[in-house]
């Protein structure tokens, strides 16, 4: 397929960062834009599974939030165990002073980018697919104006490119813009979860109705098993043609470095040792463990892949593409969202609630400086965009953080508190979330850090 040559803006990346940035791009009145992505069709798998009350808030301003919560399931509590009992329950209704959406909302990725893509295409618009993107270079008539090459050789010429092409990002290589983890008192040398197993299965056995999302604590580990709403499974029988009747189950689980990495698609025997050993015995396969007195088998696996726990920041969200000085404010804007500007552990659900935002939120302001431009210099106009991606990097630094605590606290190691206290730390944390439990303000406290409400 043949690709316009000139645009004002092109966004790389038609996953749900890029196209929530395009939808908001025509939520303000600004059509000049290309989407293209390197795929063929939108990715099937299902990864993150939590919208939180700040991003459909987001969401309802692009029209898409209503869309979402019809098709998701909304969640009302989020339940910490461990193997054998209850250490807290965190509703999520002390939200309703502050939101319309005071819940988890739990959908797939894969409905999220579906939904998405159905209002983009509402709108009129096309992703051209598959472009995947070579190269990058500054116009030769005009150093305002960047060159974007695709692989097939085709190029488009544009003003601003908005890189929501994924933590592995062409552009923000070919820009070179860094991209490290920001270390802090929280790092991965405080934790066991280094990698996880997470997976899309159906069991054997019917599994209690009576949770939709919860936690399971163990020495070392920490499991996560979450019921996905039906529509998913009317979504894969869709676009499969296989029926899947039974109910399909998130889980996820810490998989113990000293026993080598996670496969690219672990197994059902794989997922199945997992549960076993770190779920809750009520998803056991030995019925000798099982409350029940029945084995709760894997069925089918749907889906299973292997998460590296690491963070990274890009150094900046925002540069410009020169052919000198790069202080110089010339050559095309080069705009960060999503996993090109920052990634992190899944645990506490933030990734793409925070990509989903700064797409959202990017819209309003790249209109802004586009308007701007017509009547000043680049240089005084674009402090609207510095600003902006300064307060954005902030914010995915604050996610960092907080992701980086829910690691140390999932994933601490068993050894003793200090000489003069001789217990686990994995005891100790056990009682203190035991307590948090009980206590209304630390149970809003984490509902709210969850919910991103605090930090748009």
Not at 107 to 129: C, D, F, N, Y
Not at 275 to 286: A, E, T, V, W
Not at 420 to 425: E, H, M, N, V, Y
């Amino acid at each position: 397929m043949s690709l316009p040559r000139n645009t004002t803006v092109l966004i790389v990346g038609a996953g749900p960062t890029g196209l929530a940035s395009a939808l908001s791009l025509i939520n303000h009145g600004f059509k000049d834009f290309i989407v293209v992505d390197a795929l063929v069709k939108g990715d099937n798998s299902s990864r993150a599974i939590v919208i939180h009350a700040a991003t459909l808030e987001a969401l309802d301003v692009i029209g898409c939030g209503d869309e979402l919560v019809s098709k998701g399931t909304k969640l009302t509590s989020m339940n910490f165990d461990t193997r054998t009992g209850i250490l807290a329950r965190l509703p999520f209704d002390t939200l309703k002073p502050y939101t319309r959406h005071p819940y988890g909302l739990v959908i797939p990725q894969t409905l999220t980018e579906h939904v998405l893509g159905q209002k983009a295409a509402s709108l009129g618009l096309t992703v051209h697919r598959p472009h995947k993107v070579v190269g990058m270079k500054v116009n030769a008539d005009d150093t305002n104006l960047a060159d974007i090459t695709f692989e097939d050789g085709q190029v488009i010429t544009t003003r601003y490119v908005i890189a929501a092409d994924g933590a592995r990002s062409t552009i923000r290589t070919i820009a070179g813009i860094g991209f490290v983890d920001p270390k802090s008192d929280h790092g991965h040398e405080f934790t066991t979860l280094a990698q996880l197993a997470p997976a899309d299965v159906t069991f054997d056995n019917p599994v209690s109705n009576d949770f939709a999302f919860r936690g399971v604590m163990s020495k070392s580990n920490f499991f996560l098993c979450a019921s996905l709403p039906p529509t998913f499974n009317e979504y894969l029988s869709r676009e499969t043609g296989k029926p899947v009747e039974d109910r399909i189950f998130r889980v996820a689980c810490g998989a113990p470095i000293e026993e080598g990495p996670v496969p690219h698609a672990p197994s059902k025997a794989y997922i199945q040792n997992l549960i076993d050993r770190f779920g809750p015995l009520d998803l056991s396969s030995d019925p000798s463990v099982n409350p029940s007195g029945k084995s709760v088998c894997v069925k089918e696996i749907i889906w299973s892949s292997r998460v590296r726990t690491h963070s990274a920041v890009a150094d900046t969200f925002f540069t410009r593409l020169s052919l000198n000085d790069s202080s110089k404010p010339e050559g095309a804007a080069i705009l960060l969202v999503g996993d090109a500007a920052h990634i992190h552990s899944p645990i506490g659900g933030q990734g793409m609630n925070l990509g989903l935002r700064d797409a959202v939120f990017l819209g309003e302001v790249l209109v802004k400086h586009i308007k701007a431009t017509e009547s000043i210099p680049v240089s005084e106009a674009d402090h609207i965009l510095t600003d902006f991606v300064v307060e954005r990097r902030t914010r995915a630094l604050e996610v960092i953080g907080f992701t980086k605590k829910l690691l140390s606290v999932g994933g601490m190691k068993e050894t003793i508190v200090a000489w003069w206290l001789p217990i686990s730390k994995v005891t100790l944390r056990d009682w203190v979330l035991w307590i948090l439990g009980k206590i209304y303000y630390l149970r809003r406290q984490v509902i709210w850090n969850m919910s991103g409400l605090g930090r748009r």
